[in-house]
């Protein structure tokens, strides 16, 4: 059996303050690459936010021996951002595959 070269794995984010947006990619230290990479392909979002290292805060991330990144494909909390997941989800996911092809090639 062949061993995963990536972890991605997608949520969506959710926050009390209505207000709170954005497009995350939270990374482990070998996946600042692959969150670069999908953070530049989605462009769905108006609040992109970016990358933030989660190496030793998340188990998923932690845990995993390659590049790994967890997705927060924009707060459910927010009629914005839950707008844009459900009417472009599609767009959005060619996205994230995009900047995961961009980084394994």
């Known amino acids: 059996m062949e061993r995963s070269q990536v972890f991605v794995n997608i949520h969506v984010n959710f926050s009390t303050n209505k207000v709170a947006s954005g497009f995350l990619v939270l990374f482990n230290k070998k996946g600042i690459s692959l969150a670069n990479s999908i953070s530049n392909f989605v462009d769905e979002f108006p609040n992109n936010l970016g990358t933030k290292d989660k190496s030793n805060s998340l188990f998923v991330l932690r845990k995993f021996k390659g ?29 994230i595959a995009e900047g995961i092809i961009k980084f394994l090639k």
Do not use: T, W, Y
């Open 67 to 95: 590049p790994a990144v967890l997705i927060e494909g924009g707060f459910i909390s927010n009629d914005r951002d839950r707008a844009i997941m459900l009417n472009r989800s599609s767009k959005i996911g060619q996205q």
